[in-house]
Structures are given as structure tokens and as C-alpha cells.
């Protein structure tokens, strides 16, 4: 994957590298496959931050898979798993 | 007229430094228990305002809303609604922020107002908030939330001055008419909207500068560095570990020749006979024999709770994640398990961190074969008396190599059990998700690692005090009656209770190399695996006298063969040897059947071992 910032095409942040910039676009639970349901889900993202017009960052992946990634998100920073990061849209 | 006690409830999002803002208020007035039903900590304290109003203060768990997903957050939801059972309706909540990280806590305020409570919002850490160049108009932000705004410095003497003084402002006209709680659980789009408000808020009161804080971007640079970042992991575990050995034996040595110098005080100053047998060889050395382990329980703590304090825990898990995911464990595991390293109990309790019921278990069951504590002395003991302490390969010391592999097998059975119930239980569901905030580092605080540290060594000793003091005394009783008959020859204890229960189990031991000396000491090792110690103690003192018991060690190394020996050590990695860690268990999963499942597995494993470790070194010429 090159760095395409031009076309800023909506993705996953599950999919972004370490040093991605964007801004969350919208939340879809569905496309997650995570051990939530969707509603669970989509209320702990947005209780950590996670709501639209946010802007993340990937700061940090972990060794085995690149996985989890450390997230900021305006002034946070969350560890996500890539699984749950598949829900959160970005641009 | 003495006006009534305020109740005071503090509620938060977790690392916004409530717990430093509590110990800030109350000092060392403070009061620790459970909630009746659940396990979840309930810290209250107390203090008086400059008005002189005595003051109830509650450190509830932190949690970022009142969905309650967990008993911990189930707990501040109910108490904040006077839901929770025998519980007053706090007069007054203080609901407190990082001031540097403002989002959630605001979202979390905006929900908890609708709860009518009348809350203060206190801008905790601001020191840290001014020196990042972060401004807070607060009149627009106390007028745009409807709540009075107050900063703090928990960490800084007189930091609390502002809050104190606004809460007797407040409480002097707290209104009496109720006002209607209108809370109930957010939808979705509920939630989302109470954080767009907070983000529109925040940016209407509160400037904040581009720049995240440096020095957590640096550090973590290297600390969550994949590679990088374990080493540094493995290089912090190494120095706990070399502290936790090294560091703490002169205390230790302090403390035995302490109760060494009291044994033989009562040695020379009491007449012969039982009463002087029972302080000696009962109390005193029992008792003493545990109480020796403060220093290292000390120090354990110490680390784990200036890790945590910092701000590196979170990162610990964030590094084991993947790693110990594929052992079937959670990364939030990582924590509960490291603390099992100084003892179970607390390890066990931990596993409240993770919020998945599946994940929670696997750890629970696993905790109590990480190396606790109390396993320190049995180790110390056979290994000083039975391993050469030469070097090998010029820098290794072999004591301490077998005292190491005694651990790395203790973890490593940790994650192949963790692999087996994986496997047979839980093959069909997707991972749990794992969601943590990563928080800027802090300096820990002095007073509040002391705080934490005093608590647990208050435990400890609180055990050594009842526990350990009964079985001591159990023991020396069976130890010490029927007595002898006038003019035996043979050693006092062969007519004791405590042989014929001995020698009663003996040919169940008897395989894997254990005496009847050996089943008498691990029968009130159950209590507690590091009594087996005492218990030994006793038993030989009482069978070859007063002088046996200062040379517990060179005792064994004549009574006993190597392959007892390690028999004895394999047996102690595995077996369930804590009532205390049973019991623990059993009320954290609220079910007998996970005790029980826990119990025999330990005990299976324990056999095994060392009926393969006995007979192993029996053929190789170790008998």
C-alpha cells in the first residue's frame, strides 16, 4: 500500500499503517466481524472517542500482525485490535 | 447543631486521576471493603473542610458512561442513582477530569447530569494542563454545562484548597427539594450526540494547543517500539525480579535473626516444657518463619503499583496482546497474571479488568500457576540445601538458574493449560476486543505508592496473624500430642497425631518420593504453601530438638535424597497449596464447580510432576 492522500478514498482504519492521518468519516459496526454486537460495539467506540469528524492518527502497531494498533484520537490514545479498527471509517 | 455528614461520591473516566485526588483528600483515613454481593473494591474515606463539615467520600470505579458492562461499572451507575443496596444517595458527585484529555469526561458528565445529582466538575492535573499551554475559559464552561467548575492538583499540597472551599459553598445551600432523576440508558445515537455536544463545548471554552504531550511521544517512541518495546518489557520484568531476590535479603536476614533472637529469649527465660515448645516451635517460628516474606511482598508491590502509576501497565498489554492471544489470553491479562507473580489473590482479582466473561475465566484459572510469593521460601529452602551454589559457564549461578527454570516452567504450564482450554472450550468465538487507553505518562506520586503499598502489607500480615497463626498452632498440637510414654527412646513426634496422619498418607506420597515428615507439612500447606516451610520446621524440631530448627536446611539435606528433594519442587509449581487462592476463585466465578475444576487440574499436574521428576532422578542415580 502507497501513500494515496490525494485520492482519499473512504477505508477502514483497520487497514492503515502506522503513521496514517485522517479524520473518521462514520462508524460501521457491521463490517467488523468483532465478538460484539454491533450496538456494543458502536457505543464503546464512541465512549472512547470514536465519533465522526474525529481526527485519528496511527501511532504504534504491535509485533505479531502489526496488531494492535495505538490510535489518537483528538487528544486520547486507545489500543484497538485491527479487528474492532475495521468499524471505524476513515479519510 | 452539628450538621449531618456530607456524602461525597467521586466518579470518572478510569486514568483521570481520581484515585490520586481521593488519597489527596482523605490521607490515610481511609476504609477498604467490598460491595455485599460483588467483589468490586469499595474505598471510602474521610475528611473535614475548612467550614468544619465532616465529609464522606466514595472513590468509585472509573468508567467512561453508566452503561454499566461490567460489576464495577454496574456499581457507579447504581450508586450514582441510589440504586445500590444499603448505599446513601451522594449529596454531592465530583465528577473528575484529566484537565489535559477533557473529551470523554465531559460526555460522561453530560450523561451523569441527567441523574439530578448535583455535581461539581473538578479539572484534576491542571499544573500539567497550564505547562502544555492549555487554557480553560471556565465561567463559559461552567455556564455551558450548567455545573460549577473547579480546578485541582491532587499532587500538590493545598492543590485540593479551591475544591474544598467550593464544595462548603455548595453544601451550605445544597437545595432540599429532590430533583428527578431523568437518566436512563443511552441509544447509540444518544451517545454520539452527548460527544458531539462535549466536542462542541470543549471547543467553545477551552483552547488547546496542537502539540500532544512530548515526553509520552518519546518514551513511547521506544517503550511501544515492536521490538524495541519488548526488550525494554523484558528488561523491567528482569530488574523486578533481580530486586524482589537481591534487594530484599537483608531486610529479610533482619527480620530472621529477629525472631531468631525472640525464639531464644523465650528459649532462656521460660522453664522447659510446653508452654516454652508452643512460643518457640508453634509461634514464633511459624509465624516468624512467614512474616520473614514482607520485605519481598514489599517490593513486589512496589514495582507493580509505580507501573502502574506511570502509566507503563497499559502499555504492557498493549506489547502482550498478540503474543499471549495466541496462548488463548486476553492482553489484559498480562496485568492480573504479573501481580499473580507476588501472589494470586490480588491476580485473581484483577481479572475484573477484563470485561469478557471467557477471557476472565481462562486467566483465573491459570493465575495460581504463576510463582507467587509464598512459594519463594519452599524454594529457597530445598534449593539452598540440595543445589551447589557454583557457577556455571563461568557467570551463571546454578542456584539461581534452577530457582529461574522453576518459573519459566511455572509460565510456560500457564500457557500451554491456557492453549488446552482454548481449545476444548472456546474454539468458536471470535476474540474478544481489546480496547484500552493508552494514558500520558506520570510521575507516580510518593504518598499514593505508600498508600497502596501499606494496604497490602496490611493484608499480608493480617493473614500471618489469624491463618497462619492457627495452622501453626494446629500443627504444633498434632506435632506435640499424644505425648511420648516415660522413658522412649525414639523422637517425641513418632507418638504424635501428626505421624500417624503421616504415615497414614504416606503410601499415597510414597511414589513420588514424599515422607511421612513431608505429608504432615503439606496438610497445613493447604492454608498456605509457604506454612509447608514452618510446618517442616516444626515437625524436625520437635523430632531432633531445640537445634534442628536455625538449620531447617541442613536437616533436610541429611533426611532427604536429591530426587525428594526435587520431587518436593516439581510438586510446588503445580499444587493447589492456598486455601486462600480456592476460595478466592470460588467467589469470583460464583460457581464451586470452577473451584473444584481448578483444584483437581493443580493437583493432577502436581503428581504427575513429580512422579516424573522422582522417578526420573532416581534412575539417573539421584536416589
Same mark, same amino acid.
Given at each position: 500500500m502507497t501513500d494515496t492522500t490525494d485520492t482519499r478514498s473512504h477505508m477502514p482504519l483497520g487497514l492503515a499503517q502506522r503513521g496514517y492521518t485522517g479524520v473518521i468519516?462514520?462508524?460501521?459496526?457491521?463490517?467488523?466481524?468483532?465478538?460484539?454486537?454491533d450496538v456494543e460495539l458502536e457505543s464503546r467506540l464512541i465512549e472512547l472517542?470514536?465519533?465522526?469528524g474525529a481526527r485519528v492518527e496511527i501511532l504504534h502497531e504491535g509485533l505479531v500482525g502489526r496488531d494492535p494498533i495505538a490510535v489518537r484520537v483528538d487528544s486520547t490514545t486507545i489500543a484497538v485490535r485491527r479487528r474492532e479498527a475495521m468499524a471505524i471509517i476513515v479519510a | 447543631m452539628e450538621a449531618p455528614l456530607l456524602h461525597l461520591a467521586l466518579v470518572g473516566?478510569?486514568?483521570?486521576g481520581k484515585t490520586s485526588l481521593f488519597n489527596a483528600l482523605t490521607g490515610s483515613r481511609q476504609k477498604v471493603a467490598n460491595y455485599p454481593g460483588v467483589t468490586v473494591e469499595r474505598k471510602e474515606g474521610f475528611f473535614v473542610t475548612p467550614f468544619g463539615r465532616q465529609v464522606s467520600v466514595v472513590d468509585l470505579p472509573g468508567t467512561?458512561?453508566?452503561?454499566?458492562?461490567s460489576p464495577d461499572e454496574e456499581i457507579t451507575r447504581d450508586f450514582v442513582l441510589g440504586?445500590?443496596?444499603?448505599?446513601t444517595l451522594p449529596d454531592l458527585v465530583l465528577c473528575v477530569a484529566d484537565s489535559t484529555n477533557l473529551r470523554l469526561t465531559i460526555r460522561l458528565l453530560l450523561e451523569l447530569k441527567r441523574t439530578g445529582r448535583p455535581m461539581i466538575l473538578v479539572l484534576n492535573m491542571f499544573d500539567i494542563a497550564s505547562r502544555r499551554g492549555i487554557t480553560v475559559d471556565f465561567e463559559r464552561l461552567a455556564k455551558a454545562l450548567g455545573v460549577p467548575v473547579v480546578t485541582s492538583i491532587?499532587?500538590?499540597?493545598?492543590?485540593?484548597a479551591d475544591l474544598l472551599k467550593l464544595t462548603d459553598e455548595i453544601s451550605a445551600k445544597l437545595a432540599v427539594e429532590p430533583v428527578e432523576n431523568s437518566w436512563r440508558a443511552l441509544s447509540v445515537s444518544e451517545l454520539r450526540a452527548t460527544q458531539r455536544e462535549a466536542d462542541r463545548i470543549i471547543a467553545d471554552c477551552v483552547s488547546l494547543p496542537a502539540r500532544p504531550d512530548t515526553w509520552t511521544a518519546r518514551i513511547d517512541a521506544v517503550v511501544l517500539h515492536p521490538v524495541g518495546g519488548l526488550i525494554v518489557l523484558a528488561l523491567i520484568l528482569f530488574v523486578m525480579f533481580q530486586a524482589v531476590f537481591a534487594w530484599a535479603q537483608p531486610a529479610m536476614e533482619l527480620l530472621k535473626s529477629g525472631f531468631d533472637s525472640l525464639g531464644e529469649l523465650v528459649q532462656a527465660t521460660l522453664p522447659d516444657g510446653l508452654l516454652q515448645s508452643f512460643l518457640q516451635n508453634g509461634v514464633i517460628s511459624g509465624v516468624g518463619s512467614v512474616i520473614v516474606f514482607l520485605p519481598q511482598i514489599i517490593l513486589i508491590f512496589l514495582f507493580i503499583l509505580l507501573l502502574e502509576d506511570f502509566g507503563y501497565m497499559a502499555r504492557a498489554a498493549f506489547l502482550m496482546d498478540r503474543i499471549m492471544g495466541g496462548a488463548?489470553?486476553?492482553?489484559?491479562?498480562f496485568i492480573p497474571l504479573l501481580s499473580s507473580f507476588a501472589c494470586a489473590i490480588p491476580g485473581i482479582m484483577a481479572?475484573?479488568?477484563?470485561?469478557n466473561k471467557r477471557d476472565r475465566l481462562t486467566t483465573i484459572l491459570i493465575a495460581?500457576?504463576?510463582?507467587?510469593?509464598?512459594?519463594i521460601p519452599v524454594y529457597t529452602l530445598i534449593i539452598s540445601a540440595f543445589i551447589p551454589a557454583k557457577d556455571i559457564w563461568g557467570f551463571v549461578n546454578l542456584q539461581g538458574l534452577v530457582m529461574f527454570g522453576l518459573y519459566a516452567t511455572g509460565i510456560v504450564s500457564a500457557l500451554l493449560v491456557s492453549f488446552v482450554i482454548k481449545f476444548f472450550m472456546i474454539r468458536d468465538f471470535a476474540p474478544a476486543p481489546f480496547m484500552l487507553e493508552l494514558p500520558d505518562y506520570k510521575m507516580p506520586r510518593l504518598k499514593s505508592v505508600a498508600i497502596g503499598i501499606f494496604t497490602r502489607a496490611k493484608m499480608f500480615l493480617y493473614r500471618a496473624g489469624t491463618t497462619i497463626f492457627s495452622m501453626m498452632v494446629l500443627i504444633w498440637f498434632l506435632a506435640s500430642f499424644p505425648q511420648p510414654p516415660?522413658? &522412649?527412646? $525414639?523422637?517425641?513426634?513418632?507418638?504424635?497425631l501428626a505421624a500417624m496422619i503421616g504415615k497414614a498418607l504416606e503410601p499415597l506420597l510414597a511414589p513420588v518420593g514424599f515422607n511421612w515428615q513431608i505429608a504432615v507439612a503439606l496438610i497445613p500447606g493447604m492454608? &498456605?504453601? $509457604?506454612?509447608a516451610v514452618a510446618a517442616l520446621g516444626t515437625v524436625y524440631a520437635i523430632e531432633g530438638?531445640?537445634?534442628a530448627v536455625e538449620q531447617i536446611g541442613q536437616v533436610l539435606a541429611t533426611k532427604w535424597s536429591l530426587a525428594t528433594a526435587l520431587s518436593m519442587l516439581a510438586w510446588y509449581i503445580f499444587a493447589p497449596q492456598c486455601a486462600s487462592t480456592l476460595a478466592v476463585i470460588r467467589r469470583e466465578t460464583g460457581s464451586w464447580a470452577w473451584m473444584g475444576v481448578t483444584f483437581a487440574y493443580m493437583l493432577v499436574l502436581a503428581y504427575a510432576a513429580s512422579l516424573v521428576t522422582y522417578n526420573v532422578a532416581v534412575a539417573l542415580g539421584a536416589g
Open positions: 468519516q462514520h462508524l460501521a459496526a457491521k463490517e467488523a466481524g468483532s465478538a460484539l454486537s472517542g470514536f465519533v465522526e | 473516566t478510569p486514568n483521570s467512561y458512561s453508566l452503561r454499566g458492562r440504586k445500590a443496596s444499603g448505599e491532587a499532587v500538590r499540597k493545598g492543590g485540593t488463548g489470553l486476553h492482553g489484559r491479562a481479572t475484573r479488568v477484563i470485561d495460581p500457576l504463576m510463582t507467587c510469593s509464598a512459594r516415660a522413658g &522412649a527412646t $525414639e523422637p517425641a513426634i513418632d507418638f504424635s492454608a &498456605a504453601r $509457604e506454612v530438638g531445640k537445634e
